[in-house]
């Protein structure tokens, strides 16, 4: 893996983490938080999609728009297990 892809890959989990963060209301966790949501949201979206059967595209928007969902599921677990 190149230097450019890493730098695409913190830049889409900051914006996906930042994005989560939005429309999770309550959650916000600084970019160093939120680019570990962001990418940690888009394994958790790698794993459920294909076995969904869901494809959202190829391209950086169809990315960051799959990393905000893994990251909108993971901040959603966490608010659970804080509550529980």
């Known amino acids: 893996m190149g230097i450019e892809s890493i730098i695409v890959f913190?830049?889409?989990?900051?914006?996906?983490g930042w994005l989560a963060g939005l429309l999770v209301s309550g959650?916000?966790?600084g970019l160093i938080?939120?680019?570990?949501?962001?990418?940690?949201?888009?394994f958790i979206a790698g794993f459920i999609f294909p076995a969904?059967?869901?494809?959202?595209?190829?391209?950086?928007?169809?990315a960051?728009?799959?990393?905000?969902?893994?990251?909108?599921?993971?901040?959603?677990?966490?608010r659970i297990v804080k509550r529980a």
């Open 27 to 29: 959650f916000g966790f």
């Open 64 to 78: 960051i728009l799959h990393a905000t969902i893994g990251a909108v599921i993971l901040l959603m677990l966490i």
């Open 52 to 62: 969904l059967g869901v494809s959202l595209g190829t391209g950086i928007i169809a």
């Open 10 to 16: 913190i830049i889409v989990g900051a914006i996906a």
């Open 33 to 42: 938080g939120n680019i570990v949501v962001g990418i940690i949201g888009a």
